[in-house]
Structure formats: C-alpha cells, structure tokens
C-alpha cells in the first residue's frame, strides 16, 4: 500500500495573504457551539445574510446541511459525532485558507472535538483565526422552542443519546464569545455577533476593510 | 438514535446567483481525473494561479493536499478511494455553490466514483457545472517521469494495489476535454484548459466577466 510518508503536500502558488486582499477580510473561522435549539443556525444563517450584503465572504457550515452530503454516512454515536466534527473542522480549514470567514453551527458536544476543530485550523492558518462561540440557552428554554421536534422525541425515547436529554453537552470553557440566547433577542445577538467578526476579521485591514 | 429523516436541509439566503455575481463567473467544478505522473497537479495549481490572478475566484483539491487534512484517515484499498473521492465529490459541490470554480486533481481511478462526485455537484447545481477533464499520458511516460518516486516503489513491490500497475484505471468515456500532456506542453495544455473554463463558467455573465 501507499503510506502517508509517501504523500507530500504541495504548496498552493496563490497565499492566504492574497486570497485575503481580494476578499477585503481575514480568513477564520467562528465556530458556534451550543444545545440544539438554543439558536446556533439561526444566528449563522442571519449573520452569513447580513455579513454577505455587507461585502464580506462568509460560508455557514451547518449541521443539518452537511448531514446530507459529506456527512452523510454518520449517524450520531460517540464516534460519528467525533467524525463528524472532525471532517467539519478540516472544511472550515480549507474554507478559512480561501479567505472566507466560516461560520460553523454544530451542536458539537464533546470538547476534545471542539479542540481538534481548532488545531486542524491553526495548523494551517496564523494565529487569531479560530474563535469559540457558545451559544447559550438553557435546557429548558431549548426544550420549550423544539423546533425540530427533537426534545419530545428524545424524551419518548424514540432518540437515545440526545445533547442534555441522555448525553453530556460539555460547555465551553474558555470560549471567546458567549451569546445568551435567553436572555437576548435573535437582533441583539446578531449585532453582537457581527460587531465580533469585524473586530476579529476586518481590522487591521486598512481601506481594504468591507462595509 | 436520531435518524437522517429527522434531519432536514436549512436554505441558505445567500442564493448561488447572488454568489455568482460577486464571483463575476459561475460556480463550478473541473474534475481532472488520469495517471499518477500524468500531470493534474501540475495543471491545477497552474490554472488556479492563472485564473485567479485574471479575476476568478478558484481552488483546487488535490489529492496529496487532501490526505493531510480531511481524509489522513484513509488508506487506498478499493474502499478508501472510493471514500476520499466521495468526500472529494461533496466538498467541491460546496465550493461550487459558493460561487467558486473547483478544480479537483485525483486519480481518481474508479468510473462509478466519479460518477457519484458528478452526481454530489449536480443535485446542488444547475447543469453544466461538474466538467471531467482526462488528463492523458500513456503509463511508460508516466513512469519515466515518477515525480514522486511511486512507480519505482510499486514495481519493486513496495506500494501494492498502484494504479496501473496492479489496480485498475477506468478511462472516462465522455470525458468534456481530454489534456495530451504525452504531447502538449505545459503551457499549451494550460492555455486549452483556461480556454475550457473561460468559455464554460466566465460565458453569459456579460459584463461580471473577468479580465
């Protein structure tokens, strides 16, 4: 068999520094972590929308999504969540080194997960381009919204291993930004969030700065 | 467990168009497919910085890139290819329906993958965007260039299962270009596959067309 030794990565002859310049932003990533329900791809999709409009290049990668396609050999056992997340990471990667702010919404429970995530983007990037969002809401707040009709399921038992009802959901422990989706409107939080992203992807950018 | 029909697709407000007309060309993906040593990876990164430098926003998956991030979990019996294409297949459709024209460089032996990659791109994307391009170079050339060193390896009964040598390499049937590099030069193939894209992704955009 090949070995990975005998597979050399080649370098891309156009930079990240460039890719950069055209998008008028760094590339990174924002990755939202939080319970199902609490507001992860709402928010990811009204930021992507409003950041868009605004000049910049902006991806959402959203679980329900890529469990239609990439991921769609994963169920959600311990090891397919893993895998899940993992994979997730390596695109976000790939998508930061375009110069594209990725906006990733994962329930993404488990933190080991989540540090994977960052490391497969740090790897590859300078540092400050990888920032954990949580997005917080308490379970039952979470439970009241369902929006997917999920919670009832789980606690019918018709799903096992469901985030906060019988599986853990480790909470961020340094995260960079926390956004109390119980406390705070989906308007608020989206101005919140997009203050974050200007600050950490637009500046220092000079007149190349969106928006 | 929760199951995929639990699951559904959130549409995303940023529309293809919209993504499209910031690009100034259509989103789309260029599937090289021939031989180790045939020269895709040569052809890819010289196309993306060639193209983008006229103005295109452009990328290229490789295999050897690949491997060191989203797939190093794969090794290359028949299954492992068959499952770094697929990914491959999905994470092009992505790049696709961001507005981008994906350039992927695989050898990518097995027609019925592919097919599969083909079929990822064209359930998100309107037609004519997924283009197989064969870059052909008959196995004694490929041999005497071995950039990597693989073929020597294989022959020695280092590397097993190398494609043609002792694996299979299915030949597209209808192949939307097929590159020469036994006969043409670098820069002639580079200038008929710039050619290629221009005219299949920069064509009907009117004046969002590129330099």
Redesign the interface.
């Known amino acids: ?2 070995h ?1 030794a ?5 370098e ?3 930079s990240l520094a ?1 890719r950069e310049a055209r998008s008028g932003h760094a590339g990174g990533v924002l990755w939202l972590t939080g319970l199902s329900g609490a507001g992860k ?1 709402t928010l990811a ?2 930021l ?2 409003t950041l ?1 409009r605004d000049g910049f290049q902006i ?2 990668l ?4 890529m ?4 991921n ?2 994963l ?3 311990h090891a397919d969540r893993t895998e899940n997340i ?2 997730v990471g ?2 976000a ?2 998508l930061a080194m ?1 110069g ?1 702010i990725c906006v990733s919404a994962f329930i993404s429970p488990y933190r080991a997960d989540r540090e994977k995530a960052r490391q ?1 983007v740090m790897r ?1 990037l300078p540092p400050g381009r990888f920032h954990e969002v949580y997005v917080r809401a308490d379970l039952a707040t979470c439970e009241m919204r369902d929006p ?1 009709g ?1 919670y009832r ?1 789980a606690r019918a038992g018709q ?4 985030t906060a009802v019988d599986d853990v959901y480790e909470a961020p422990e340094r995260p960079s930004l926390v956004i109390d989706t119980t406390k705070e409107s989906v308007a608020r939080s989206l101005a919140t969030l997009t203050r974050f992203v200007t600050s950490r992807f637009a500046a220092g950018l000079g007149e190349k700065e969106p928006g």
């Open positions: 068999m090949i990975a005998d597979i050399k990565p080649i891309h002859r156009v460039e791809s999709f009204a992507e929308e868009f991806a959402v959203d679980g329900d999504n469990r239609h396609g990439l769609d050999d169920g959600f056992a993992r994979r390596h695109v990667a790939l375009l594209y497969a590859d997917k999920l399921k799903i096992k291993r469901f």
